[in-house]
């Protein structure tokens, strides 16, 4: 058979090796890939949203199987057009994929079939959206009154960094916030929709960022989700979905800031390892009964059945797991540590998923029992802008260790040369007998490897090795 991967990341060389790896399998073609998916298969110039192209492609080469990596094809539709076509297809429609492209969507569909997750408000002007975070602010008078906001400019002063309410001239008192915001466009952002707030003063900017300025297009920010900022540490479960049929794998943790002990930005991911302990099997089985189940129940009842990879974000909080996001699709980079233990044929598996056939793999996986880590090589200024271009040295010298794959995200092969062509560059992944095994020999591998302006970061799986 014939598979093709759609995409350019890290995910998706993952698929494109893992896929290869079936005795099935006769050629595996990613449209339009990268270095490192025209090494491990065959690259065709075709970029995701033109369907059309894609479509025509796999016709005259009678793909067996199309297998969809990343969103935006998906929210626009891809797997629609290609059942159309009677093309064998491997994600959800675009009805399904709206659990990732609106989060207004998203969180009705949790409110309404009792998915635990951060409590919300949804928003589509402006105007009450500021009123509401301004709301969040209160004080307690000297006479022990609490005052909530909006405060008016004149009732505030802010004297060393500190912001004070005006009692009368000689006399201030603090103002206070009842709780922390999270300020999510609705609609799909390249992973830059969603800003984790501190203060008052960041919301706002949120709001005009996404509603005013429109940084993320008209639609994706007409309507925003204003929620309550959870605390915990992030599990990424992924399961595969078809018809009422879940069958989850194992639970992976993602490293979204950029710098060492979650410092800085959020990026698209910046390491993963897998299995995360965290996710025990106490947690697992709540997380499946709380969330994956009723979501695909919920999903179901809105005749909007879901058929592909169901990926909940999960916030593991001190009241239990509650969703931060779903997403329709592999995750990156937790899909490189992940394929790479994953046993069981991929093909057949994906194959069964489009098919309806997944209850034939219902507790039937199979599971490299090492872990594995992912440690992911970024380009200088990644996640804001970057240099393309940088030729990158070692990945031949990093290949030659045992149990490392150095999986290719932002690359391109150039007269011979391969050289960087986004922020997320490589994804180095590693087996170990042990946890810090593997981590040890994703690092010594990473160490090999160089391009100009090259930063990672250092501190990969160390949540789970109890060193912070
Ligand atoms: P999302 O695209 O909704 O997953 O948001 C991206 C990232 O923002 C998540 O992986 C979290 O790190 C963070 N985040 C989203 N929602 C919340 C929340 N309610 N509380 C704390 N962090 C959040
Ligand atoms: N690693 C986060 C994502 O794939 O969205």
């Known amino acids: 058979m014939k598979v093709l991967v759609i995409g350019k990341?890290?995910?998706?060389?993952?698929?494109?090796?893992?896929?290869?790896q079936s005795p099935r399998v006769k050629a595996v073609f990613c449209a339009p890939g990268n270095a490192g998916t025209g090494q491990d298969g065959v690259n065709v110039p075709i970029e995701p949203n033109d369907f059309p192209a894609l479509i025509r492609f796999a016709k005259k080469e009678q793909i067996g199987l199309t297998?969809?990596?990343?969103?935006?094809?998906?929210?626009?539709?891809?797997?629609?057009?290609?059942?159309?076509?009677?093309?064998?297809?491997?994600?959800?429609?675009?009805?399904?994929?709206?659990?990732?492209?609106?989060?207004?969507?998203?969180?009705?569909?949790?409110?309404?079939?009792?998915v635990p997750t951060a409590e919300f408000r949804i928003f589509d002007h402006p105007d009450p959206a500021r009123q509401y975070i301004q709301s969040r602010e209160y004080v307690v008078t000297p006479d022990g009154r609490t005052l909530h906001g909006p405060f008016t400019k004149d009732q505030i002063v802010v004297e060393n960094g500190?912001?004070?309410?005006?009692?009368?001239?000689?006399?201030?008192?603090?103002?206070?916030?009842?709780?922390?915001l999270?300020?999510?466009?609705?609609?799909?952002?390249?992973?830059?929709?969603?800003?984790?707030?501190?203060?008052?003063?960041?919301?706002?900017?949120?709001?005009?960022?996404?509603?005013?300025?429109?940084?993320f297009g008209r639609s994706a920010g007409r309507q925003i989700v204003?929620?309550?900022?959870?605390?915990?540490?992030?599990?990424?479960?992924?399961?595969?979905?078809?018809?009422?049929?879940?069958?989850?794998?194992?639970?992976?943790?993602?490293?979204?800031?950029?710098?060492?002990?979650?410092?800085?930005?959020?990026?698209?991911?910046m390491g993963a390892y897998c299995p995360a302990p965290l996710g025990t099997p106490e947690l697992l089985a709540k997380i499946d009964e709380t969330i994956l189940v009723s979501t695909v129940h919920a999903l179901k009842r809105r005749?909007?059945?879901?058929?592909?990879?169901?990926?909940?974000?999960?916030?593991?909080?001190?009241?239990?797991?509650?969703?931060?996001?779903?997403?329709?699709?592999?995750?990156?980079?937790e899909s490189q540590p992940l394929l790479m233990r994953l046993r069981t044929?991929?093909?057949?598996?994906?194959?069964?998923?489009?098919?309806?056939?997944?209850?034939?793999?219902?507790?039937k996986l199979v599971w490299d029992p090492r872990p594995a880590v992912c440690v992911v090589l970024c380009s200088g200024g990644y996640p804001g802008s970057y240099p393309k271009g940088k030729v990158i040295s070692g990945l031949e010298e990093a290949a030659k260790l045992p149990d490392v794959k150095v999986f290719h995200a932002g690359t391109k092969l150039e007269k011979n040369v391969i050289?960087?062509?986004?922020?997320?560059?490589?994804?180095?992944?590693?087996?170990?007998?042990?946890?810090?095994?593997?981590?040890?020999?994703?690092?010594?591998?990473?160490?090999?490897?160089?391009?100009?302006?090259m930063h990672y970061r250092k501190d990969i799986a160390d949540k789970a090795l109890g060193l912070v």
């Open 9 to 20: 990341g890290g995910r998706e060389h993952a698929l494109v090796w893992k896929l290869g």
């Open 67 to 114: 297998v969809v990596g990343p969103e935006d094809p998906l929210a626009a539709g891809i797997v629609d057009a290609f059942q159309r076509e009677g093309l064998k297809v491997f994600g959800p429609t675009k009805d399904a994929a709206q659990l990732e492209g609106s989060k207004v969507f998203a969180k009705q569909l949790m409110r309404h079939a009792d």
């Open 162 to 180: 500190v912001k004070q309410f005006v009692i009368n001239p000689t006399r201030r008192v603090p103002v206070n916030l009842s709780e922390r």
């Open 182 to 215: 999270v300020v999510k466009a609705d609609g799909l952002a390249a992973g830059k929709g969603v800003v984790v707030c501190s203060t008052v003063e960041q919301a706002l900017q949120a709001v005009e960022r996404i509603m005013v300025q429109e940084e």
């Open 226 to 269: 204003i929620e309550r900022r959870l605390e915990g540490q992030e599990l990424s479960i992924l399961a595969l979905v078809a018809g009422r049929t879940i069958v989850p794998l194992q639970p992976t943790q993602d490293h979204k800031a950029v710098f060492d002990g979650d410092q800085g930005p959020n990026t698209g991911g």
């Open 303 to 333: 005749r909007k059945p879901f058929r592909g990879v169901l990926y909940a974000g999960v916030m593991v909080t001190n009241q239990g797991p509650r969703v931060l996001e779903y997403n329709c699709r592999f995750g990156d980079p």
């Open 345 to 363: 044929d991929l093909v057949d598996l994906l194959l069964a998923t489009a098919e309806d056939r997944l209850d034939e793999f219902a507790d």
């Open 419 to 453: 050289t960087t062509d986004g922020g997320r560059v490589l994804g180095v992944t590693a087996l170990g007998d042990t946890l810090s095994q593997a981590k040890r020999r994703a690092y010594e591998a990473v160490e090999k490897i160089s391009f100009p302006g």
